[in-house]
């Protein structure tokens, strides 16, 4: 079992930056791949950035490309989405999680884990 706990959301303007942290507990958090996801109200949930194992792999949905960075620290436990130049359109619930094994990580059904989500709000 992996615990996931999101935070660093919150209600910013357009243009501005925030990054997001997930906090890993449980089995060994290396040993997985991590994503996150966002869900928009009336939305279903959609793929953000993904990063493996090893953490030289990462993978961005072209509507944040550029502009979100994904990361992990293995020895903190850690995961994080560093999100800038952020736009209305990145309002939602975002959601870490964690996969096991060499799966398409931008499938969220691939997913064996997933936090409780931390809300960002961007206004115009």
């Known amino acids: 079992q992996v615990h996931l706990v999101e935070s660093g959301g919150g209600l910013v303007q357009a243009g501005d930056s925030l990054r997001l942290s997930c906090a890993a507990s449980g089995r060994t958090f290396s040993n997985y791949a991590m994503g996150w996801f966002r869900q928009a109200p009336g939305k279903e949930r959609e793929f953000v950035a993904a990063i493996r194992r090893s953490g030289r792999t990462t993978y961005y949905a072209d509507s944040v490309k550029g502009r979100f960075t994904i990361s992990r620290d293995d020895a903190e436990n850690m995961g994080y989405l560093q999100m800038n130049s952020l736009k209305p359109e990145d309002t939602g619930v975002y959601f870490c999680?964690?996969?096991?094994?060499?799966?398409?990580?931008?499938?969220?059904?691939?997913?064996?884990?997933w936090g409780q989500g931390t809300q960002v709000t961007v206004s115009s």
């Open positions: 999680a964690a996969a096991y094994g060499i799966v398409d990580l931008t499938i969220l059904t691939k997913y064996d884990y």
